[in-house]
C-alpha cells in the first residue's frame, strides 16, 4: 500500500495549532511591555516636585504608547518612591532593579541621585535623571549615567554673568543650605565671580548657609539685612525659599531695595502658596525653560501641555518635571534610532553627541558625560497676580525698583 501523499486531517490540525501557538508567541513576546522605572519624591519635603514629575512622565508615556511604543512595544512604568533622601534613594533603586527594569527616569536632588546612580551603574541600568545638577554627578566615568537638565555651573554663571549686570548689583549675598545641590550653585557662583572680586567690580557683602527644615530664620536674615547687599542670591529649595522671603518681608526687607533672587528650585507657585502673595512679589528666580514658555517653540511642548492640562488641570511651573518626560521621549528616540533594547547599545548612541530628537525643551543631546547639551537659562519673576513671567526691565522694573 502506497503511503498518503497529503497529511490527514489530524496531521493538518495539529500543525495548524502549531503555526498558531508560535505565531501568538511571537506577537505575545513583540507586544511585550517594555519596562521603564521611574524613581521620585512622592513624599517628603519635595512631594510636590515628585507628584508633577511623576504626571508629566504618565503624560509622555502615553503620547509615545499612542503613537505605537518603542519598537512596537508599550511603554509600562514602575513607580519607587524615593521620599527625597539619600536612603530612600537607596531603597528605590534597590527596588527597580529588582523588578527588572534596564532604564530608569529618576531623581530630583543631587544627594539622593548620588547612590542610586552608582547602584545602577553597578547592575548596567540606562539612568537618566531630571533634576539633579551638581556638577561632578557627571564627573565619575559613569557609563551609564545621563541627565536631561543643565548644571550648577551652568546656573551660577547666568546669575554672575547676566543678573549681576542686569541690576548693576555691588554688594553681593550669597546664602546656601549646605545641601550638595545647594552648597554647590553657591561655590560656583564665587567661583565664576572671583575675577570680579579681584578687580574690586563688586563686593561680597554676605556668605553663609541656613539650616533646611528649621521655622525661624530670623537670625539669618538680620545678618544679611544688616550686610545691606543690592543683591540676595539664595540657591537652596523653595520651602525654605518660601519662609525667607516671608519671614524677611516681617522683618522689614524690600525686594525693591534687595534684589531677591531663587535657584531653579524655587518655583513661584509653590512659594506663593507657602509663603503668601505680598512677601513673594517682586521676587525672581534663575531658571531653565518651563513648558508654558516653550509651546510655541516646539511641537512636542505644545501636544505635551495640551494632554497634561486635558488631564491635570493647569500646567506647573516645573523644569525638572518637564525634564521627567523629555527624559522618557530620549529613551523612545534612542531605542528607536539604536532598533535596540540594549542599555550599553543605547547608552553608546546618547554619548555620541547626536541629536536623538526634538523634546518638550528643545534638542535632546548629550556630551561623553552624559551632560545635557545647549541648555538655555532665563530670569523669572512673581507678578502682582502671583503668576510666573519672564522679567522684562520694562514690564517688572517697578517691581524691584528699575
Known amino acids: 500500500m502506497k503511503a498518503a501523499l497529503w497529511p490527514s486531517l489530524k496531521e493538518v490540525i495539529v500543525v495548524r495549532h502549531l503555526v498558531l501557538a508560535l505565531l501568538c508567541f511571537a506577537?505575545?513576546?513583540?507586544?511585550?511591555?517594555?519596562l521603564i522605572g521611574f524613581q521620585g519624591p512622592l513624599t517628603g519635603p519635595w512631594a510636590v516636585e515628585?507628584?508633577?514629575?511623576?504626571?508629566?512622565?504618565?503624560?509622555?508615556?502615553?503620547?509615545?504608547?499612542?503613537?505605537?511604543g518603542i519598537l512596537g512595544r508599550p511603554i509600562q512604568l514602575v513607580v519607587?518612591?524615593?521620599?527625597?533622601?539619600?536612603?530612600?534613594?537607596?531603597?528605590?533603586?534597590?527596588?527597580?532593579?529588582?523588578?527588572?527594569?534596564?532604564?530608569?527616569?529618576?531623581?530630583?536632588g543631587s544627594m539622593v541621585c548620588m547612590?542610586?546612580?552608582?547602584?545602577?551603574?553597578?547592575?548596567?541600568?540606562?539612568?537618566?535623571?531630571?533634576?539633579?545638577?551638581?556638577?561632578?554627578?557627571?564627573?565619575?566615568?559613569?557609563?551609564?549615567?545621563?541627565?536631561?537638565?543643565?548644571?550648577?555651573?551652568?546656573?551660577?554663571?547666568?546669575?554672575?554673568?547676566?543678573?549681576?549686570?542686569?541690576?548693576?548689583?555691588?554688594r553681593i549675598a550669597v546664602m546656601h543650605d549646605n545641601t550638595a545641590y545647594s552648597l554647590g550653585v553657591a561655590e560656583d557662583v564665587l567661583r565664576f565671580m572671583k575675577p570680579l572680586l579681584d578687580e574690586g567690580k563688586v563686593e561680597l557683602v554676605y556668605y553663609d548657609a541656613i539650616m533646611p527644615g528649621e521655622r525661624d530664620y530670623t537670625p539669618a536674615l538680620t545678618a544679611l539685612r544688616d550686610a545691606n547687599p543690592d543683591i540676595w542670591y539664595y540657591t537652596g529649595y523653595y520651602p525654605e525659599w518660601a519662609l525667607l522671603l516671608r519671614q524677611g518681608k516681617d522683618l522689614g526687607l524690600d525686594w525693591k531695595?534687595?534684589?531677591?533672587?531663587?535657584?531653579?528650585?524655587?518655583?513661584?507657585?509653590?512659594?506663593?502658596?507657602?509663603?503668601g502673595l505680598d512677601a513673594v512679589v517682586g521676587a525672581m528666580i534663575t531658571q531653565e525653560p518651563l513648558p508654558a514658555f516653550l509651546v510655541e517653540k516646539y511641537p512636542l511642548a505644545k501636544e505635551f501641555v495640551t494632554?497634561?492640562?486635558?488631564?491635570?488641570?493647569?500646567?506647573?511651573?516645573?523644569?525638572?518635571?518637564?525634564?521627567?518626560?523629555?527624559?522618557?521621549?530620549?529613551?523612545?528616540?534612542a531605542i528607536e534610532a539604536t532598533k535596540s533594547f540594549d542599555p550599553a547599545v543605547v547608552a553608546e548612541y546618547l554619548r555620541s553627541g547626536k541629536v536623538v530628537g526634538e523634546g518638550i525643551t528643545g534638542p535632546l543631546s548629550f556630551s561623553p558625560e552624559g551632560d545635557r547639551l545647549g541648555v538655555p537659562y532665563m530670569l523669572l519673576i512673581c507678578n502682582e497676580k502671583g503668576e510666573t513671567e519672564l522679567f522684562d526691565p520694562a514690564v517688572h522694573g517697578h517691581l524691584v525698583g528699575m
Open 27 to 34: 506577537l505575545g513576546a513583540w507586544a511585550q511591555p517594555v
Open 257 to 275: 531695595k534687595i534684589k531677591a533672587v531663587g535657584s531653579n528650585a524655587c518655583p513661584i507657585s509653590e512659594t506663593v502658596k507657602i509663603a
Open 80 to 108: 519607587e518612591d524615593d521620599g527625597g533622601t539619600p536612603k530612600g534613594g537607596t531603597l528605590a533603586a534597590q527596588k527597580l532593579i529588582a523588578a527588572g527594569v534596564k532604564f530608569v527616569v529618576g531623581t530630583y
Open 115 to 170: 547612590p542610586s546612580s552608582e547602584l545602577y551603574e553597578e547592575e548596567g541600568v540606562l539612568h537618566i535623571n531630571y533634576g539633579c545638577t551638581r556638577v561632578d554627578l557627571s564627573a565619575r566615568g559613569f557609563q551609564y549615567y545621563f541627565r536631561t537638565s543643565g548644571r550648577d555651573d551652568s546656573q551660577a554663571r547666568f546669575f554672575v554673568e547676566y543678573v549681576i549686570p542686569l541690576f548693576g548689583a555691588k
Open 50 to 68: 515628585g507628584d508633577w514629575a511623576l504626571k508629566s512622565v504618565q503624560i509622555a508615556v502615553e503620547i509615545v504608547n499612542a503613537r505605537g
Open 307 to 333: 494632554a497634561y492640562e486635558a488631564k491635570f488641570g493647569p500646567i506647573h511651573d516645573s523644569p525638572w518635571a518637564t525634564y521627567a518626560a523629555d527624559a522618557i521621549f530620549t529613551l523612545a528616540f
